[in-house]
């Protein structure tokens, strides 16, 4: 089985909560039009349009599921639309501010009436510590739902912000791994993601890891972090993650995000010709690219083409 545990859904909402802020690049008009065609970018249509165009996209690279990410708070709705497409296919995520008033209605009907898997959080985009009781609240609620919480930690760099040059006044001191881990212990039934292997602070994500037996690096993106620290490569951290963790402690993920650039084959080529390099078992190669996908989202199984 091939999934890919870190997609975004650029829904028209997307764009239109990002075009308030960027009234260079909408002019005006409908920033779920205007914004894409400033960007060089395929403009989204409607939710359903945007669904029916990953699940074709998904075919044609046979990628058996996915999880899609409704990328900024409260455009929960656009990517439950794909689900309802495909349930089963598509595991919808969301990222969550714990900030905001309604947190908690936004939270059970998420989790319920629209039948979304994973709350993403961002500590220093949000200003919410993961250790602050409104954080905690998202735990909790994922431990009652059976679903998993997603917490981005290390390097924030939002790559159409900064295209679109709005500035991301983000505290980059509440993305500590080791913050997620004493939160993560206090429930270990709820699977928690970190994405990018920590994104820059990969021995502290391996040290939470070590210490919340439930939390899961993904691998998703360029991992160009590892600049950050002198000497290491991505093979490198493969390495080390996999004899820390083992590979049923890693996802597969790309952090395919816009059209027409699509879902990015180029990163599953290369991490894939990172493994095969370091000799790693066809069987563990398949946890990390779908089995353990499927076992926490209950995913079927497939042959990884």
Request: proline share 7%; charged share 20%; with cysteine.
């Amino acid at each position: 089985m091939l999934a890919d545990t870190h997609c975004h859904f650029f829904s028209p909402g997307f764009f239109r909560t990002l075009g308030a802020d960027a009234s260079q690049a909408t002019a005006g008009g409908d920033p779920a039009e205007s914004l894409p065609k400033w960007l060089g970018w395929d403009a989204p249509g409607t939710d359903e349009a945007l669904a029916d165009r990953w699940l074709a996209e998904l075919d044609r690279h046979q990628v058996d599921h996915a999880m899609l990410i409704a990328s900024v708070p409260g455009d929960e709705a656009s990517v439950s639309t794909a689900v309802r497409r495909k349930p089963g296919r598509i595991v919808g995520a969301f990222m969550f501010n714990p900030a905001v008033p309604d947190s908690g209605s936004r939270l059970e009907r998420a989790f319920g009436e629209l039948g979304l898997r994973t709350a993403c959080l961002f500590p220093a985009m949000h200003r919410v510590p993961v250790d602050d009781e409104r954080s905690v609240a998202v735990f909790k609620a994922a431990e009652r739902r059976r679903t998993a919480v997603f917490v981005h930690c290390g390097l924030l760099s939002i790559g159409i912000r900064r295209k679109l040059g709005l500035p991301s006044q983000f505290d980059l001191r509440l993305g500590d791994p080791l913050a997620v881990a004493a939160v993560a212990v206090r429930h270990p039934s709820v699977p928690v993601i970190i994405p990018h292997f920590g994104a820059g602070l990969f021995r502290e994500a391996l040290m939470a890891a070590l210490t919340a037996p439930n939390i899961i690096l993904d691998t998703s993106s360029s991992n160009d972090w590892v600049r950050l620290h002198s000497g290491l490569t991505l093979r490198d951290v493969f390495a080390r993650a996999l004899d820390v963790l083992g590979p049923d402690r890693v996802v597969f993920g790309t952090d395919s995000s816009f059209f027409p650039r699509g879902w990015q084959r180029g990163v599953f080529d290369i991490q894939r010709a990172i493994l095969d390099d370091l000799g790693v078992a066809p069987a563990a190669q398949a946890q990390i690219f779908g089995g353990n996908f499927g076992r926490i989202f209950g995913a079927g199984s497939t042959s990884v083409p």
